[in-house]
């Protein structure tokens, strides 16, 4: 349901920005993302801290891209945003010897930890690279291209990505975990 509730942000705000512009869109996501904290804070009773983050960078984001009509500030965003990913995963697995993909996916798969390392250093690179790409299309490409890249080319480098990780570890899975899956 979390993953639904985050795509919804982008579904409405690309629906918006093709029927309306840019702010509108950006202010229904300001507005999606603030009904999504609340849903969130009523029901678990507290505010998880990923989901407080991401409404704060959307709230300054995509405020000050209202307040100076300039959408560079909701393109940062995803920038930031997958930056934050990427520190945050690296920091974790390089600095504190916790490995976040494990954490995630431990409990349903069982792999050394050095597979782990590998993939959550994998990840954070991927989340890194796609910071740096959203500027290069950002400064490089039309508006319209950019919203269109947010949606479509995000989500399939997204799900490419997470097909590519999923190679990497079946070959590293123990048997029963693959007649399980099978």
């Known amino acids: 349901m979390q993953n639904l509730f985050e795509y919804l942000h982008i579904a409405v705000f ?6 309306v512009d840019i702010y509108w869109a950006t202010a229904a996501l300001i507005g999606t993302t603030a009904l999504h904290t609340i849903y969130e804070w009523i029901k678990q009773k507290k505010l998880p801290k990923k989901q407080f983050i991401m409404f704060v960078i959307v709230l300054i984001m995509g405020g000050l891209t209202l307040y100076f009509r300039d959408d560079a500030f909701i393109k940062w965003k ?44 994998s ?13 290069y299309v950002a400064y490089n490409f039309s508006q319209d291209f950019w919203v269109n890249f947010k949606l479509f080319g995000l989500m399939g480098l997204t799900l490419l990505f997470t097909i590519a990780t999923i190679a990497f570890i079946y070959p590293h899975l123990p048997k029963e975990q693959k007649e399980d899956e099978n």
Do not use: D, H
Request: with cysteine.
């Open 123 to 135: 990840w954070s690179a991927f989340f890194a690279a796609i910071a740096v790409l959203n500027l």
């Open 14 to 19: 690309f629906i918006v920005y093709k029927t």
């Open 78 to 121: 995803v920038t930031i945003v997958n930056a934050a990913f990427a520190i945050g995963i690296f920091i974790s697995q390089a600095v504190f010897k916790v490995c976040p993909m494990e954490t995630i996916l431990g409990k349903e798969i069982q792999l050394p930890a050095r597979l782990w390392a590998k993939i959550s250093y």
